[in-house]
């Protein structure tokens, strides 16, 4: 049963324009989300995280809307550039717990 | 300063051979986790470590995998009669604490590819 879901494999946008990436969860008691930037061949990189206390949290381009009653979080970047283009996995947390579980990902590719 | 690193980067193996992975984590972080992420999926969770001793091993797949940690430090993932579809990229996170908040943020390291042929 995948608790955390990131329904688009992959998505295509062009430089300067809004890329938007989605995430669903199913576990009400999760608290803590955070997306994840991965290159090739390297670890993932923190980006940023929201608490479920909060609605949207802004990091200069990136920000994320988390919506509690639809179980859906999102992670705007604006302008995209082509540096952006990497895998990028939402996770989610219950608080107190160690455990975070990771969505399967989301490729973006920003088009020069 | 130093992030987390693991070694080897990749380990190609014949199946049935026994492999161990080893993550060295920040200084300082209490908490070590290991993932598995294979071909097409996301991060599989696999094992938590709270300084030496493993409070979660329930993602572990089989009794072929065991993890242990030393020193509160150095951990090494071992993978005994290997098959193929251990092949995944096996990485390996710390944290400053195990409880989940703001605090919590888990920095990764590059990664093991494994490939059991």
């Known amino acids: 049963d995948q608790q955390v879901k990131q329904n688009s494999p992959s998505l295509s946008v062009q430089e300067g324009r809004i890329s938007i990436l989605n995430c669903d969860y199913t576990n009400s008691m999760f608290d803590y989300f955070l997306w994840y930037k991965k290159y090739p061949a390297e670890g993932p990189t923190f980006l940023i995280s929201?608490?479920?206390?909060?609605d949207k949290n802004e990091d200069g381009r990136f920000t994320v809307f988390l919506n509690k009653s639809a179980k859906h979080l999102s992670l705007h970047i604006v302008p995209s550039q082509p540096g952006d283009s990497a895998v990028y996995f939402c996770a989610a947390s219950g608080s107190g717990t160690y455990k975070y579980i990771f969505g399967t990902g989301t490729r973006l590719k920003v088009l020069a | 300063g130093a992030g987390v690193s693991q070694s080897p980067s990749n380990k190609v193996t014949e199946k049935g051979k026994d492999v161990e992975l080893r993550c060295d984590p920040i200084?300082?972080?209490?908490?070590l986790y290991w993932y598995r992420q294979s071909l097409g999926q996301g991060l599989e969770f696999l094992i938590y470590f709270q300084g030496n001793s493993a409070p979660d091993k329930s993602g572990l797949p089989s009794d072929r995998f065991s993890a242990e940690r030393t020193g509160g430090s150095v951990s090494t993932l071992t993978i005994q009669r290997t098959q193929q579809e251990d092949s995944a990229v096996y990485l390996c996170a710390s944290s400053l604490a195990g409880a989940g908040g703001s605090y919590n943020e888990q920095f990764f390291g590059p990664g093991t590819r494994l490939t059991v042929l």
């Open positions: 929201i608490s479920s206390i909060k």
């Open positions: 200084s300082g972080h209490t908490a």
